[in-house]
Nanobody, 126 residues
Framework: QVQLVESGGGSVQAGGSLRLSCSVSGYNFRRNYLGTLGWFRQAPGKELEGIASIDSDGSTTYADSVKGRFTVSKDNAKNILYLEMSSLKSEDSALYYC?????????????????WGQGTQVTVSS
């Protein structure tokens, strides 16, 4: 059974940085050649938004809203997914989720992902 647990959320001032982690069990980063891991977020009153993804070969995809400020990476040995966030803005405040999927075509589409974590809150104050 695949389980994902996010951590690293918190409160930060605008312009600051945070690193989110997602510990994944039941999903082998090295052997899952068709797998994709993604980061999503949902702000109050808004829809769930795909912001970054990384494939098994390390290929990445970013939403325009975070491109150049956020970096997704993974540690295959530790089975941990990361999201490095910098130059944070108040509009980045949201509940952040990590997710895992198989044979994902549209990398930032929520419906493509099967397994989800519980989320970690990020609050950016201006």
């Amino acid at each position: 059974q695949v389980q994902l647990v996010e951590s690293g959320g918190g409160s930060v001032q605008a312009g600051g940085s945070l690193r989110l982690s997602c510990s994944v069990s039941g999903y082998n980063f090295r052997r899952n050649y068709l797998g994709t891991l993604g980061w999503f977020r949902q702000a109050p009153g808004k829809e769930l938004e795909g912001i970054a993804s990384i494939d098994s070969d390390g290929s990445t995809t970013y939403a325009d809203s975070v491109k150049g400020r956020f970096t997704v990476s993974k540690d295959n040995a530790k089975n941990i997914l990361y999201l490095e966030m910098s130059s944070l803005k108040s509009e980045d405040s949201a509940l952040y989720y990590c997710a895992a999927g198989q044979m994902v075509a549209d990398k930032l589409r929520t419906s493509e992902y099967v397994h989800w974590g519980q989320g970690t809150q990020v609050t950016v104050s201006s």
